[in-house]
């Protein structure tokens, strides 16, 4: 009886470690309506669609969140769940962004596999599919790596900035040299929640040296003591920027060289950012920079359109809300949701209070800095 009880025991161990059973498997909890890229991507590529594209971005993101758990967890190649995410789209693992000081894997290079898609007839790299993507995951509540996630969700929290940290240092190098390689307008940089903190800081590091990477931030960060602190003077600064503009209205009419240089660049870097209002970690980036809406409603579709240019001193963003009324926060933060088959985006706003803010360096560029390299 007892011999009975041992091989019940491990037989249900097995079941739990397999990946076939595992509630993180891509076929347990993937995406369903989304196909692999075959050769009719040469002739209508699927990447151009933006409902493909941030379905399989998030699936990267979600790789990386595995990558992480197959390390804890002593998980062999056959037994990984991780490659799952990534390989049916034709993309390989080219490197590994790994946090020295407790060995956690907190990004990923995935890089397009040309041998894989010739397997399958696809000849070349399908239009408007990045050859490389930097993907960043968030806070893991779970295993060594904890200490470490929330020491830099604290950073963010007190200084809206994450610059000190190390993996800001590495994920800067992997975009920069993915980007030397293949050229910025051929990567993508994306992350979620504590990792889109980092993706966007990247992001504009680069822009500042004229380096525009396409941008997918995923329930980014947006609340900190910095940004509280910030508020509690704005009223003053709004009454002193009347005052000033009262003061130089005579040369409202005069355009620097400088500015038209700086609006060059804001237009040629415009993040993605995917929140759900019910999510307070990221829901004060719906607040418009103006007070006024830039969308008029719907969905679908409306993950394609480009946004204007950017106007009144705020840069452009494509800013998409999700909106299903009351939920509980891991659901609204969740990565899974955004590539739920019923999903619904609406595009909100072309121009975000906070994403000014944040950016706000972004305008005072030098002439010589918004030329690109590549």
């Known amino acids: 009886m007892s011999n009975q009880k041992v091989v019940q025991t491990e037989t249900e161990s097995d079941d739990e470690n397999n990946p076939i059973h595992h509630p993180y498997a891509f076929h347990v909890s993937g995406p369903r309506k989304v196909s ?7 002739i209508n590529s699927s990447w151009k669609d933006g409902n493909y594209k941030r379905t399989v971005i998030a699936c990267f993101i979600q ?6 758990l197959d390390r804890q967890e002593n998980r062999s190649e056959e037994t990984a769940l991780a490659p799952k995410w990534f390989i049916p789209f034709k993309y390989k693992l080219s490197r590994t962004l790994i946090d020295e000081r407790d060995g956690s ?34 806070t893991l509540l779970k295993g060594p790596t904890l200490r470490r996630d929330i020491q830099d969700d604290l950073r963010f929290l007190a200084w809206e900035s994450l610059k000190g940290s190390v993996r800001f240092k590495g994920a800067l190098e992997a975009l920069r040299s993915i980007s030397d390689a293949y050229g910025s307008h051929n990567v993508a940089v994306a992350g979620h929640s504590l990792g889109a903190g980092f993706a966007l800081q990247i992001g504009k590091s680069l822009a500042k040296q004229g380096l525009f990477v396409e941008t997918h931030l995923f329930n980014p960060p947006s609340v900190s003591l910095a940004m509280s602190l910030k ?4 009223k003053a600064v709004v009454v002193w920027e009347k005052v ?36 307070y970690i990221c829901c004060y980036y719906t607040d418009p920079a103006g007070g006024k809406d830039g969308g ?38 969740g990565l899974e949701q ?13 121009s975000s209070k ?20 590549r």
Not at 63 to 68: P, R, S, T
Not at 354 to 373: D, F
Request: no cysteine; hydrophobic share 40%; glycine share 6%.
């Open 36 to 42: 692999a890229p075959n050769w009719r991507d040469l």
């Open 231 to 234: 508020n509690m003077g704005e």
């Open 338 to 350: 955004w590539w739920s088959d019923d999903l619904e985006l609406e595009l909100a706003l072309q």
């Open 63 to 68: 790789a990386v969140y595995l990558l992480e």
């Open 296 to 333: 008029d409603g719907g969905g679908g579709e409306k993950e394609n359109v480009r946004p204007p240019s950017a106007a009144n001193g705020h840069l452009a963003a494509k800013l998409f809300v999700l909106s299903k009324g009351k939920q509980k926060f891991l659901e609204a933060h």
């Open 244 to 279: 000033k503009s009262m003061v130089t209205s005579s040369n409202n009419g005069a355009t620097s060289n400088e500015d038209s240089n700086n609006q060059v660049v804001f237009n040629k870097w415009v993040p993605h950012l995917y929140v759900n209002n019910s999510d």
């Open 354 to 373: 906070l994403i000014s803010k944040q950016l706000k360096s972004l305008y005072s560029l030098p002439p010589s800095s918004t030329t690109s390299r």
């Open 105 to 138: 894997i907190y990004g990923a290079v995935l890089e397009w596999d040309r041998s894989a898609a010739l397997s399958d007839f696809i000849v070349i790299r399908p239009s408007h599919a990045p050859r490389a993507v930097l993907a960043l995951r968030g």
